[in-house]
């Protein structure tokens, strides 16, 4: 053992070998360093000792508490490490994997399948022929059907009479049947200019002996867009296709220039905007009333960006929010509104006056803004959706047994009580919750209570959320009418979603607006069984020439609930 009572020395020598330089009475010895970390080693000194660490001397009498850091540092870094697996599985799951959070009963025990449905004692099945065929219905193209009032058209071929002799007797020969084969035809949109022509009539006999001469001229529908060749059809189909379809204005303009219409987006845009603010506006304002005069409501919100508004950078976050009917109403009314930000002002300022129950998500902005007046409902697919991001963490062969499996057997079995009281009045179902799914309720927060997972792993967060969302998931019991979760309004936003990753972002606010009146009117109509399109050419048609700008009472012929496709005018005189 080397011995040397020049610690400069000694510290540039060891350094590189990887060495521990340690001081005593006795001098500098060298000690190897697996036998310094064993804390047995250091319990026995019983001089004061010193070590070389990061480049200075540090007392051994100090050690432990460096090492209990390192500890508690290395358990950091590993929780970190698990937290960011956690997360990239998640995200690989969310880009690659299922969206459907749905899973069999039986998911977690598939291994154990033939031990769980054996049945000894059950008697074996006999044996018999089954002879089963499914006929095709005349008009039924594999599964598919296609309705009884679509149009038909026949074409028939058959033989010249001069081709009708017998080629063994001469004899015209006669008809004994015929062979039919049926097509889907589908016609691709085309182009139609309609020219309306209005005749001026004048008395001619007047005009040679009276003072006056009487005018008569015929009426004529009033335009959709003054001084505009915008029909009622064409502003309909651009809506349809970038609202329903998913089709930007920019794919639209490619498409009718290959049919030889050179129509720009920045003129679909100013017939949809124009269109929006002269015929729509009416009728969501109306169905705003008469949605802020329901008792159960469902809320949600999602990102908008909008490029060009005043005072904001074009990637700062707009948002478009959605409010809806509840599954008790009977007139569904879906309305979208723009605004800039997520503040729950926006609700506030949007359901002024409501009163009742309103089914949302976890943001806080609803609780802290909206008046004693509302009630907020918590949404169980969210506690549902984060226990199933806790499972889908755990690897496969693992996760039979673990907390985050308990936790979605117990909800499961609550979601599965909800499905079977779907058939109840709401008195009844009110009755049933208290009897059947409170005591499921509560015997689920006593267990998450009871957990012990790190509070920032996947399933530390799920129980988090749970917990904490208590006040709010519970209110689902206190009315009959009330839902178990806030799909209903997540359902709403997923048609604008998807439309929105299509056309990405909305040019002005005045664009933002636009579309989230088109989609209120589209969604709202989809919600009570009315095409889209036949509803908005409805609009179009008949608002101009009702005159609902200045005559207000006529917006409720408008309505969805009131479409009468019989009373649209036509398209030309």
């Given at each position: ?225 003054k001084g505009s060749f915008a029909s009622p059809e064409a502003i309909a189909h651009i809506a349809c296709e970038k609202y329903v379809m998913g089709s930007p204005l920019y794919r639209q303009e490619a498409d009718w220039d290959r049919k030889g219409i050179p129509l720009s987006r920045q003129t679909m845009a100013n017939w949809l905007i124009r269109a929006a603010n002269d015929w729509l506006l009416p009728i969501y304002s109306v ?287």
């Open positions: 053992m080397k011995v040397c009572h020049r610690p400069a020395r000694i510290a540039r020598f060891f350094r590189g070998i990887k060495r521990r330089i340690y001081c005593c009475p006795s001098g500098w010895n060298c000690i190897n360093r697996q036998e310094v970390l064993k804390r047995k080693f250091l319990d026995t000194l019983d001089f004061p000792a010193f070590f070389w660490y990061n480049g200075g001397m540090v007392e051994t009498k100090n050690f432990p508490q460096i090492l209990a850091e390192k500890e508690q540092e290395i358990t950091a870094l590993r929780q970190q490490v698990d937290w960011l697996t956690d997360q990239l599985k998640l995200a690989g799951r969310r880009q690659f994997g299922a969206s459907s959070e749905k899973m069999p009963p039986d998911q977690l025990s598939l291994f154990n399948e033939t031990e769980a449905l054996a049945n000894s004692a059950a008697p074996e099945p006999e044996l018999e022929e089954i002879k089963s065929y499914r006929r095709r219905k005349a008009g039924q193209i594999g599964t598919d059907r296609l309705p009884e009032d679509l149009p038909v058209e026949v074409i028939e071929y058959d033989i010249p009479a001069a081709e009708r002799a017998c080629p063994c007797c001469g004899e015209e020969m006669r008809d004994i049947g015929c062979e039919t084969r049926e097509e889907l035809k589908l016609v691709p949109a085309k182009a139609v200019l309609l020219r309306h022509v209005s005749h001026t009539y004048a008395c001619g006999h007047c005009n040679q002996n009276a003072d006056k001469t009487p005018v008569v001229k015929a009426p004529m529908p009033k335009p959709v867009i169905m705003q009333a008469e949605l802020r005069r329901r008792q159960v409501l469902h809320a949600d919100e999602s990102e908008l960006q909008v490029l060009r508004e005043d005072g904001r950078a074009a990637h700062n976050k707009s948002y478009m929010w959605v409010y809806r009917t509840s599954g008790d109403a009977k007139h569904a009314i879906v309305l979208y509104d723009y605004q800039p930000s997520r503040s729950g002002d926006c609700a506030k300022n949007f359901l002024e006056g409501f009163q009742g129950y309103l089914h949302t998500d976890g943001h806080a902005g609803y609780r802290a803004k909206l008046p004693d007046t509302v009630t907020i409902v918590g949404c169980w697919a969210h506690v549902r959706r984060r226990f199933n991001d806790a499972l889908q963490v755990i690897p496969t062969k693992s996760r039979k047994g673990s907390s985050a499996a308990e936790a979605i057997h117990q909800l499961g079995q609550i979601y599965k009580l909800e499905d079977e009281f779907s058939e109840y009045s709401p008195e009844d179902r009110y009755e049933a919750r208290q009897t059947h799914t409170k005591p499921l309720l509560e015997a689920l927060f006593t267990w998450c209570a009871q957990q012990t997972a790190l509070p920032k792993s996947v399933l530390g967060k799920a129980i988090k959320y749970c917990l904490e969302q208590r006040f709010w998931l519970e209110h689902f019991l206190l009315d009959g009418r009330l839902e178990i979760d806030n799909n209903r309004a997540e359902r709403s936003v997923k048609p604008y979603v998807i439309g929105r990753k299509n056309w990405l972002f909305s040019n002005t606010p005045a664009g933002a607006r636009t579309t989230a009146m088109l989609y209120s009117i589209i969604e709202t109509a989809k919600e009570n069984q009315i095409d889209p399109f036949s509803y908005l050419v409805y609009i179009f048609r008949n608002a101009p020439n009702w005159d609902i700008q200045n005559h207000p009472e006529a917006v409720d012929r408008l309505l969805p609930w009131n479409y009468d496709q019989s009373s649209v005018l036509p398209a030309a005189c």
